[in-house]
């Protein structure tokens, strides 16, 4: 090869790092489509919904996955002073939500797991929260049959199982009931 050759290769290398450095942190985000829905936070009067459709109580073991920035964690700590898990692929989003439940100070009653929903084990849980993307339904109605307990409650926002039919649904906000 020439010297310009070299030179052309050089500075496109470095041309490509620069780019690297600079949206790298940027399109992050990108990283858990490969796994799951992208980080859209369910609106306020969904969130309400979400809420009010299950049973709860004091006891009831609950775990968002795709816990986002921890906002249905907090308002599930909040309402009902319950304890909660949530599980989150994304590192940003895991510091994030682990800030706000500090700032809201409920470390002692939240914990946020860094790992895919797809390898939590569902059968511990009561209530289940989700909200997510059409193309992972089929999936996880897999998962849910054959982990959730009977008796158990599985509440979506949006989304809809392929073969599960919802108890209730309102505003959009299904539950389902194992
Ligand atoms: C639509 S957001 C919902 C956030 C939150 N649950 C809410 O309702 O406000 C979906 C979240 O799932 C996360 N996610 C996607 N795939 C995942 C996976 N395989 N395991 C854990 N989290 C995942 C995304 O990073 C995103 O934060």
Redesign the pocket.
Known sequence: MTVIEWLVIIILSLLLAVICLIFGYQIS?LI?MF????????ADDK?ATMLSLPKLTKRSKVI??????G??LIALAEKFGLQGVG????GI?VRRSRRNIARAGLTKKLTILK????DIDLSQYDVV?????SYVMRRLEKKVKKEMKKGSQFVS?YFQFPTLKPVKTVNDVRLYRL
């Open positions: 985000f858990p796994h799951g829905p992208v980080f859209v936070p369910s969130l968002d996955l795709g816990s986002g920035d906002k249905v599980v989150e692929i994304n989003l790992q895919s929903f797809w929260f989700f909200y997510g993307t926002n």
